[in-house]
């Protein structure tokens, strides 16, 4: 928790708390992780990350299907490093 | 006067171009994002020069059709620069949520340029989102109203877009759509014609955008005409769905309830 609320503090990175609750994946539609090393919500069950713009305050996430980016296997984190994942 | 909107639409599959006076056929979704990229700095000057800030009052009278009041969380999709989130903003106050989509960064940027310069304290509840009006990242029934000004007629599946805003929407609560009316009026059709070949195309020149503009007409052809929507909307799944016109005929304004 306190690791997520540094991104949410520093300027023109990062997205806000209540875009992070809101948004799905705009294919599954299920809800989304929020990466702090990659700037960007993921949806691990079918392997994509959003990248969230860091060109201002509150970045826009970027949720066009066609601008997620598949993530290598060996790329996705551990569970347990995530401190705001939303499902299991 | 007619607003200034771009319009494109997808050349699907084998279906022959039907467009007013032998005009160029539409373009895919990827030459529409980059173009409304390219028109983004002078899209709002460009709206109030051609509409005589006409376009302003039906925004507005789009956003009360929304039926959009304090506290509520709505969504403006097709936002461009922002006008109808802000508008809605001012609706459902500082208690409420907005959140803007646009498949356009520059038009987003451009959005969220003008909401930091603004002094209202409500605008704080806006969020911009990038994403696809046909993929909407949003729950089902999350939203308590939605508005979507002069985009449905730019998008390329206008049926998915339907279904995807009636999923989005709660129970009870109404989508606006604002744009080009296509009218069964032969003379309103000819006087809207008119004007976007005298009017529009020339003043879009003079920023240099002509060939961007010069596909409204065949746009607004390839759209549905008033009964055409309001039957979309039913076949959706809407309980209810009424068409006004505005703009002496020029502009149409869908209001659906799910």
């Known amino acids: ?88 | 006067m007619a607003s200034l909107h771009l319009s494109f639409c997808q050349l699907a599959g084998n279906r022959p171009p039907s467009h007013r006076s032998g005009r160029l056929p539409v373009r895919c979704a990827d030459e529409r994002q980059a173009l409304f990229n390219r028109i983004a700095p002078v899209y709002d000057n460009l709206n109030d020069l051609l509409s005589l800030v006409q376009h302003r009052v039906w925004k507005r009278m789009a956003v009360s059709w929304s039926g959009a009041k304090i506290g509520d969380n709505v969504l403006d999709l097709c936002c461009g620069s922002g006008d109808l989130a802000f508008l809605m903003s001012e609706k459902v106050g500082p208690a409420g949520q907005v959140i803007g989509l646009d498949f356009s960064k520059e038009q987003l940027l451009i959005a969220s340029s003008r909401q930091h310069s603004r002094p209202k304290a409500c605008y704080k509840n806006i969020k911009w989102v990038e994403g696809d009006a046909l993929n909407l990242p949003f729950p089902d029934s999350y939203s308590n109203a939605i508005t979507i000004g002069y985009g449905l007629r730019n998008v390329v599946d206008k049926q998915k877009a339907m279904k995807e805003m009636y999923r989005v929407l709660r129970p009870g609560s109404k989508v606006s759509v604002l744009d080009f009316n296509k009218s069964t009026n032969p003379f309103t059709a000819s006087f809207q014609e008119w004007m976007i070949d005298t009017v529009v195309v020339p003043a879009a020149s003079g920023f240099g955008l002509a060939k961007e503009y010069r596909y409204l007409n065949s746009s607004i052809q390839e759209f549905l005409t008033g009964k055409e929507l309001e039957k979309l909307a039913l076949e959706t799944g809407f309980s209810n769905a009424r068409y006004f016109e505005v703009g002496g005929g020029l502009m149409g304004n869908l209001v659906a309830t799910r």
């Open chain 1, 1 to 88: 928790m306190v690791r997520v609320s540094r991104v949410l503090l520093r300027d023109g990175v990062g997205i806000s708390k209540t875009l992070s609750e809101i948004l799905v994946c705009p294919l599954s539609k299920q809800p989304l992780r929020v990466c702090e090393e990659s700037n960007s919500l993921i949806r691990d069950a079918i392997g994509v990350a959003y990248p969230v713009s860091p060109y201002i305050v509150d970045g826009i996430p970027c949720l066009v299907p066609s601008d997620g980016k598949i993530i290598e296997a060996d790329d996705k984190p551990k569970p347990d490093d995530n401190s705001m994942r939303k499902d299991p």
